[in-house]
């Protein structure tokens, strides 16, 4: 599924229009990684929705333990210890990550989900 489904602490910056900081699982600023399927058409990126598109992800990925982009609530040394310098060209996992798009899936909005929440999303 393109996700180890554990939570990571990568210090995503938080989005401005929370009254509080989202501190994610436990209050640690861990998130889940979520599936990687799909993810051309499922912008913004982030559990905050603050990175705007795929090539904003790499630079993240790359500045984040330096404390460029980090969020305010999290030190370097709480970052997961599996983030590390990238090897790989940013329009080789760019091109990799487009692979795992599927044009046929089903993108109608339900009117309705089970939650009851009110139905949102961005999918176009
Ligand atoms: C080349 C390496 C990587 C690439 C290309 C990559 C790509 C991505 C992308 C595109 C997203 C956004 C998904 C979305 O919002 O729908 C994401 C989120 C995430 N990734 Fe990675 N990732 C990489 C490495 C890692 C590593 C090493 C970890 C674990 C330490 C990790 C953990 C996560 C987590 C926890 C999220 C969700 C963060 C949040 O919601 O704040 N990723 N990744």
Known sequence: MFTDYKT?????????????SDKGRNDTYAFRTPTLRNVTLTAPYMHSGKLQSLSEVLVFYDQVKDGTQLNANVSISQLDSLLRPRVTRSNDLIEFLHALTDDTFDRSVPTQVPSGLSVGGKIQ
């Open 8 to 20: 990571h602490v990568l210090g995503v910056i938080d989005n401005e229009k929370l009254n509080n």
